[in-house]
């Protein structure tokens, strides 16, 4: 599982004086199966499989002083491709980039007001959560091998 800041907030298309939309990535988990192929030291490799991740959209009237918040499991896809390089029988970096799809959700409920009454009309979102990771690390292998 990994845990990310990742956070956008926007003004809203619809209010734009008075409104703000925010929707935050708080954790993923991906399980993904790899294809690859080696040649002399190298190792290039595709990936693809689940995708999971914590999805929270949050938006905020300044008119009317009040916030719909939902904060939602979303499943999609992960697609990827990779590189590794063994410097030595025991030592090889890699590079990896991941993209991730927690494809769109749809919910609704009553808005809060700041003084913690429930309003009458109830508000629909639709969330697409997307993200693109790259990581590098070294991987090293302990005895021979052999």
């Not at 990742?6 to 993904?32: C, H, L, Q």
């Not at 590794?84 to 809060?112: C, E, F, Q, R």
């Amino acid at each position: 599982m990994a845990a990310t800041g990742i956070k956008k907030t926007i003004v809203s298309p619809y209010f734009p004086d008075s409104d703000t939309e925010t929707g935050k990535i708080s954790n993923y988990v991906t399980a993904v199966g790899r294809i690859g192929y080696a040649f002399d030291r190298v190792l290039i490799y595709a990936k693809a499989g689940y995708a999971g991740g914590k999805v929270k959209f949050t938006t905020w009237d300044n008119d009317a002083l009040v916030t719909y918040e939902k904060n939602d499991w979303q499943s999609g896809y992960a697609l990827g491709a990779g590189i590794d390089y063994a410097i030595t029988d025991n030592l090889s970096p890699g590079v990896d980039y991941t993209h991730i799809d927690l494809g769109s959700k749809t919910s609704s409920g009553n808005n809060v007001f700041d003084d913690g009454t429930i309003g009458v009309n109830p508000e629909t979102y639709r969330t697409d959560a997307k993200v693109d990771a790259v990581m590098a690390r070294v991987t090293y292998k302990f005895g021979t091998g052999q």
